[in-house]
């Protein structure tokens, strides 16, 4: 018989490998608890379970009838296989690990809706997100894809947002990654920040204020986007052409 106390549940969450989920744990719990009867939860990116186990812990604390959503593609990458065996557990590589998650988070007692698959083929037709929390799609298609998807049904003033990767970019030199902080930047009106760094990592909250034409956002950013892309491309291909000019006069 699963022991079903608070301290054992937690014991329980601590125990999944996490890439992050546990650092703030304790947060996310707060978060889950505190979303109204309504409205769902919902985690893009969930890896082995972590983060997903905390916002269900949360569900139990709150009481209420709150559906908890998880979205992931749940296939062990070759760079998965070391942080994985880091807590004594053994994929292979390309392993479904779905079967895995739910029984790791079945003690916990919180219906769990999985949806496994490719993000950028995702749809949500479950009505208002009360709590949103994106731990993947750090940049480009993925992350405007996913906010197309949800945004529209985020609820001004009630959504809070658990951006995991947010400044991922000052782990990573490429500039793609700056996708989440310049899509937010450009959108301040609708997204009050709560906390821009959690604990010097890479989280940050946001708090969805005001209401987003998130169709036309995510368009007006591809092209900005693909506009400085090509900008780049063109200096880069100046220099190139400079470089080699340098090098033919001193040929001759």
């Avoid at 994929?91 to 698959?117: C, K, S």
């Avoid at 899509?183 to 990592?201: H, R």
Wanted: charged share 25%; with cysteine; hydrophobic share 40%.
């Amino acid at each position: 018989m699963t022991d079903t106390t608070a301290s054992s549940l937690e014991d329980i969450a601590a125990r999944i490998p996490s890439m992050g989920g546990q650092a703030i744990g304790d947060r996310l719990r707060r978060a889950a608890a505190e979303v109204e009867e309504g409205h769902s939860i919902v985690e893009v990116g969930s890896w082995l379970g972590s983060g997903t186990a905390y916002l269900a812990l949360g569900v139990r604390d709150s009481g209420r009838d709150i559906p908890l959503h998880s979205f992931d593609e749940w296939r062990c990458r070759a760079t998965h296989l070391d942080k994985a065996r880091a807590w004594g557990v053994e994929f292979q590589e390309n392993q479904d690990t779905l079967p895995w998650v739910r029984d790791a988070l079945a003690p916990l007692g919180v219906p769990i809706q999985f949806h496994q698959g490719d993000i950028e083929k995702v749809h949500w037709t479950e009505g208002d997100i009360g709590l949103f929390v994106l731990d993947t799609a750090k940049a480009g298609e993925p992350f405007l894809y996913t906010m197309q998807i949800f945004g529209p049904h985020m609820v001004p003033g009630k959504t809070v947002l658990y951006m995991m990767d947010f400044h991922y970019y000052r782990k990573k030199s490429e500039e793609r990654f700056t996708d989440q902080r310049d899509f937010f930047a450009k959108n301040t009106d609708s997204f009050e920040p709560i906390e821009y760094q959690v604990n010097n990592g890479s989280c940050a909250v946001f708090r969805y204020a005001k209401p987003l034409d998130f169709e036309a956002a995510t368009q007006a950013f591809r092209t900005q986007r693909r506009a400085s892309f090509d900008r780049v491309a063109r200096q880069k291909a100046r220099q190139k052409s400079l470089v080699k000019r340098i090098k033919h006069l001193f040929r001759r």
